[in-house]
């Protein structure tokens, strides 16, 4: 079968107008600027920081005793005796085991839980996307950032965070 040089046209022309068509029904939004803008992430952040900053603190308490006591070891190490130093170097290792116990699995539980209140945000947010698709009667909204370009008017970035700010 050979496509006539009229056909190939006619394909090539009805592919444009499909495309130029589908087009007008097309929007953009940037998550990630969405998300950054609406008052639910700062909330997020201030909930997550509150729930875990007795943990933090404890954290931050350890790595500064080991500070402290490391520097008290060269400092001091030349004037100490043998036994001060087994003694300071056994307190040193005690206290960075703690350490190592405890900020490994908190920062792990940091990350799930930021993960789960993140999801949480992107639901929200999809949620107000499909509101606004509905809306401006768009059959098509596609995340900005895996776009090379996009005509500014065809972002509903601001609509899709007031929209999401108005949520909750």
Same mark, same amino acid.
């Given at each position: 079968? =050979?496509? =006539?040089?009229?056909?190939?046209?006619? @394909?090539?022309?009805?592919?444009?107008?499909?495309?130029? #068509?589908?087009?007008?029904?097309?929007?953009?939004?940037?998550?990630?600027?969405?998300?950054?803008?609406?008052?639910?992430?700062?909330?997020?952040?201030?909930?997550? =920081?509150?729930?875990?900053?007795?943990? =933090?603190?404890?954290?931050?308490?350890?790595?500064?005793?080991?500070?402290?006591?490391?520097?008290?070891?060269? +400092?001091?190490?030349?004037?100490?005796?043998?036994?001060?130093?087994?003694?300071? &170097?056994?307190?040193?290792?005690?206290?960075?085991?703690?350490?190592?116990?405890?900020?490994?699995?908190?920062?792990?539980?940091? &990350? &799930? +839980?930021?993960?789960?209140? +993140?999801?949480?945000?992107?639901? @929200?947010?999809?949620?107000?996307?499909?509101?606004?698709?509905?809306?401006?009667?768009?059959?098509?909204? @596609?995340?900005?950032?895996?776009?090379?370009?996009?005509?500014?008017?065809?972002?509903?970035?601001?609509?899709? #965070?007031?929209?999401?700010?108005?949520?909750?």
């Amino acid at each position: 079968m =050979t496509i =006539t040089k009229t056909t190939f046209l006619g @394909l090539i022309a009805g592919i444009l107008f499909s495309a130029s #068509a589908l087009a007008e029904n097309m929007a953009v939004v940037n998550m990630q600027l969405v998300a950054s803008k609406i008052p639910q992430t700062a909330a997020m952040q201030q909930a997550l =920081t509150s729930e875990f900053a007795g943990a =933090t603190e404890e954290i931050q308490k350890l790595e500064s005793d080991i500070k402290f006591n490391m520097e008290k070891f060269q +400092r001091e190490s030349m004037t100490m005796s043998d036994e001060q130093k087994t003694t300071l &170097r056994t307190q040193v290792e005690e206290l960075q085991k703690t350490y190592q116990a405890k900020a490994q699995p908190l920062e792990q539980q940091i &990350r &799930r +839980r930021q993960t789960e209140e +993140r999801n949480k945000i992107f639901a @929200l947010i999809q949620q107000a996307i499909s509101a606004v698709a509905a809306e401006e009667k768009l059959d098509i909204v @596609l995340n900005a950032q895996s776009l090379a370009f996009a005509k500014p008017e065809l972002d509903i970035s601001e609509k899709v #965070a007031a929209k999401v700010s108005k949520l909750n």
